[in-house]
Every structure is written in C-alpha cells, then in structure tokens.
C-alpha cells in the first residue's frame, strides 16, 4: 500500500515472516533515547542491555543515543536497572522507533516455530507475513488482528470502516483491491492466508 498510507503508524510489533524459518514471527522495534549528558555515554558504552550510537541531525550536530531492544528481554523495560540519574526505564518504553533509512526499521523477532530470538532490521512491507500479491501489488497488514479487519472489510457489503479497531488502517487501502473485479480473488488470497 502506497500513498497517504505511508504516514500512517506502525503498532509496536508487527507480524514478519521469520527470516530463519519462514514461519509467523514478532518483530519488536527498538527504542530510542538520547543521551543527555558526555558522563553517561560509557554507562551506555559498556552496557549489556543498551546499543551506543552517534546521529547527526539535518544541521550536521552529532548526538549520541541508547538503544533498547525490548524483544529481547521479554518485550519489557524491566530488565533495566541501575540507570544513571534522570534515566528511568521507562523512558525506553515510550520513546522513539529507529528508522535506518527509508521503510527500514531496527528491532528484534521472536519466532515461537523455531525458537529465534534476534536483532533484525525490518523492511516493510517486504517482511510482512500477512501479505499477498494481486495484479504486482502486494497488499499486507500488520497483524492478525488487523488482517482479520482487512478481510472483514473487502468481504463485507457495507464498508464502513467506523465498524473496524483498525478503520484508520483501512481507509489507505488503495482502490486496486476495493474493485468489484478485485475481490474475489483479494477476499480469498486473504482468507487462505488467515486459515495458516
């Protein structure tokens, strides 16, 4: 899906296909903060829980960060501890995704099928386990849950999307899968797709 779809934001775990096994796999974003003060950056440098990183900004400013990979910890700050002062654990909970560069994403998957628990820079919608192909364009959806919405919709006679958790989801959806020629085909790529 393309278009104003692309300002539309991602939930904190997605569905990807597990890049060891190809089976249905969580993938977690990592989470950002900057690092305030030059005395905490070897705290951060020598942790085990964070990755130490430099950024420039668009004035060509270096700044430092540390990153947290929540996925790997049970999908949960808890395991911080021991912070220097005027950093919580929370602060890793609600901060920023780190983007690589454009669509791609840093994180970690969990693969319950094959037991993987990794760093992984996402690229999406390439990794998207619910994803299917009509006419070269791939339609995809971030989770089960949003999948299940995604069927609901093109199967239903209606469209409203005010009846859907994931109506702002859905009102990108572009028109090449919203055709009366379109959804038989859609609806049961999509249900094939959700019966796994």
């Known amino acids: ?24 796999a969580v993938f977690e974003f990592a989470e950002l903060v900057r ?29 430092h960060a540390a990153i947290y990979f929540a996925g790997l910890h049970g999908s949960s700050v808890n395991a911080i501890s021991d912070l220097p002062e005027n950093y919580k654990p929370d602060h890793w909970a609600h901060s920023k995704y780190l983007t690589r560069s454009n669509e791609t994403y840093l994180g970690s998957y969990a693969c319950p099928a094959c037991k993987t628990n990794n760093k992984h820079t996402l690229q999406w919608p390439e990794d998207a386990y619910y994803s299917i192909e009509h006419k070269g364009k791939v339609l995809w959806a971030f989770n089960r849950e949003s999948a299940t919405d995604l069927y609901d919709f093109l199967n239903g006679s209606t469209r409203k999307v005010d009846n859907f958790k994931w109506q702002h989801f859905l009102l990108h959806i572009p028109t090449v899968f919203k055709t009366a020629k379109a959804r038989d085909s859609v609806v049961k790529k999509l249900a094939k797709l959700l019966e796994t």
């Open 1 to 24: 899906m393309t278009g104003t779809y692309d300002w539309n934001p991602m939930p904190h775990k997605v569905d990807i296909l597990c890049p060891q096994c190809n089976e249905l």
């Open 35 to 63: 690092i305030k003060l030059k005395k905490d950056i070897p705290f951060f440098q020598d942790s085990d829980l964070f990755e130490y990183h430099t950024f420039s900004d668009s004035c060509g400013h270096k700044w």
